[in-house]
Structure formats: structure tokens, C-alpha cells
T-cell receptor, first 113, second 116 residues
């Protein structure tokens, strides 16, 4: 059973460009979570999605950030008009049901030049 | 507010020795889960151990065990017979699940170095 997949593993963008981060949950998991880890810090919750629904986006910045988890395909975290402060590791996690442990992907390291 | 506090930014232990990492949390909820995650240099988040708040018995997983003190809101991790591969950042995390919320709140981490 493959784990949580994230791609790309590394992404470099210039200021003002868009960043798209993809996450495929573990097989059978319908709950997806995105976390951000700034340098030298712990992970901070951003958003929790189920298929086609955003359940909790209390950790998402109000502007430039959006997330989706369509009926078919991976979950996408989109950052528009990136700034240097967006440079971080973005982790996706999935769970089978609630409440339950969350399994993490390897992360996407975003660097904004 | 739900918070997790790890008061030890860095710790060091000799190989084969035992080390305890501390964690305290704050919540008004009665039902929750607590976890310890390990993040080695590869940056992958690896689940080490979990504890359900309604269980009084402390969780154990091979060389890893916890001391869960619900009244004190304390959740420490004990690593016995430390190995070089245990060198990593360790995060304590608290799972909130009520209503439509199901999210992990992480501490700031403890960097553990196992010395040969």
C-alpha cells in the first residue's frame, strides 16, 4: 500500500509566480490535511478537506492561498503571486476516518527567489 | 486556545542510554489523541507513538513509551536503549476532533542527538 505521495518534492518559483503542490492520499483515505513548516519551526495546520469539500480552512492565509480535493485526482494546494515569506516545507497528510492518526507525505519544499 | 509546549529545544544522549522528552498541552476538551512524531534529516514525518486520552494505560511501542498524566496535561516520551538512528527532531502533537474540526496542533520540537 503506497503511502501519501506529494509532488514535486522541490519547487522553485520567482516572486509573483504561482505554485501548485499536489498530494495523493493513501489508498482508501478520504480525509486530506495540509500543513506548513517554516524554517526552524513546527508544523502549522492550514486546511482540512474531504472529497470535493473544504471542512476547515482556519489555518489558511486569507489571500493568495487556496486548496481543493476534487472527486477525481489529487488534492491541490495553490499559492498565487508567491512572496519570499511563502518559502517553506508544505506537508500533506491523510487519514482513513475520524478520529485517527494522520499519515504524512514527504513534503514539498518551496523556495521563492 | 489549544497549545502544545515542548520546553527542551535540544537534547543529547549517549547510545544505549535512556532519554525522556517532555511535552505539555492545554485544552478544555475531554476526548483527544496525543502523538509523538519523529522528523529525521530526510524531513519525512514518522509516527512514533499515539495515546488516546480516554485510556489510562500508557502506550508503548518497542523502545518507545509515554508517561501520560491527564490531570497535569503532560505527555512525555521515553526512549530506551537509544540508537544512532533515533537522532531526529521530535514533535509532540495533539489531535483536536470536534464538530467539523480534525487537526493536529504541534509543539515546536525537540532536537535529539544520539552520541556514539
Amino acid at each position: 500500500n503506497a503511502g501519501v505521495m506529494q509532488n514535486p518534492r522541490h519547487l522553485v518559483r520567482r516572486r509573483g509566480q504561482e505554485a501548485r503542490l499536489r498530494c495523493s492520499p493513501m489508498k482508501g483515505h478520504s480525509h486530506v490535511y495540509w500543513y506548513r513548516q517554516l524554517p526552524e519551526e513546527g508544523l502549522k495546520f492550514m486546511v482540512y478537506l474531504q472529497k470535493e469539500n473544504i471542512i476547515d480552512e482556519s489555518g489558511m492565509p486569507k489571500e493568495r492561498f487556496s486548496a481543493e480535493f476534487p472527486k477525481e485526482g489529487p488534492s491541490i494546494l495553490r499559492i498565487q503571486q508567491v512572496v519570499r515569506g511563502d518559502s517553506a516545507a508544505y506537508f500533506c497528510a491523510s487519514s482513513l476516518d475520524l478520529p485517527n492518526e494522520q499519515f504524512f507525505g514527504p513534503g514539498t519544499r518551496l523556495t521563492v527567489l | 486556545a489549544q497549545t502544545v509546549t515542548q520546553s527542551q529545544p535540544e537534547m543529547s544522549v549517549q547510545e544505549a542510554e535512556t532519554v525522556t522528552l517532555s511535552c505539555t498541552y492545554d485544552t478544555s476538551e475531554n476526548n483527544y489523541y496525543l502523538f509523538w512524531y519523529k522528523q529525521p534529516p530526510s524531513r519525512q514525518m514518522i509516527l512514533v507513538i499515539r495515546q488516546e486520552a480516554y485510556k489510562q494505560q500508557n502506550a508503548t511501542e518497542n523502545r518507545f513509551s509515554v508517561n501520560f498524566q491527564k490531570a497535569a496535561k503532560s505527555f512525555s516520551l521515553k526512549i530506551s536503549d537509544s540508537q544512532l538512528g533515533d537522532t531526529a527532531m521530535y514533535f509532540c502533537a495533539f489531535l483536536i476532533y470536534y464538530g467539523a474540526t480534525n487537526k493536529l496542533i504541534f509543539g515546536t520540537g525537540t532536537l535529539l542527538a544520539v552520541q556514539p
